[in-house]
């Protein structure tokens, strides 16, 4: 599946700006899963102002975890290395609504 781009939520532009990448654009969602509290965590891939692009795991506005790399299938290695992480545990789980996927 293609990558999209679309404009980033206030939350989103929230948590970036807290970790200094105001003006990061939203390049692709990879994922979003369910988490036990039954939160969802969004996988996102944002294209910041310094060279490479930010991978970020969020919930609501808060960035769990993030990482900086080189390029866009770095990008969606990584993506599915998480996804394949936290979904093993059976504790998250996929939430079925369309999303743009990071990988086809």
């Known amino acids: 599946m293609s990558l999209t781009s679309s404009r980033p939520s206030s939350s989103h532009v929230r948590s970036l700006r807290s970790s200094g990448d105001v003006a990061a654009e939203l390049v692709a969602r990879c994922w979003h899963l369910r988490g036990p509290s039954g939160r969802v965590h969004t996988c996102s891939i944002y294209r910041p102002q310094a060279p490479g692009l930010l991978l970020r795991i969020s919930v609501g506005g808060d960035c769990l ?28 789980e996929e939430v079925t609504e369309p999303v743009d996927r990071c990988s086809g």
């Open 65 to 92: 975890k993030s990482k900086r790399v080189a390029d866009i299938d770095i990008a969606r290695t990584v993506a599915d290395e998480w996804l394949h992480v936290l979904t093993e545990t059976n504790v998250f």
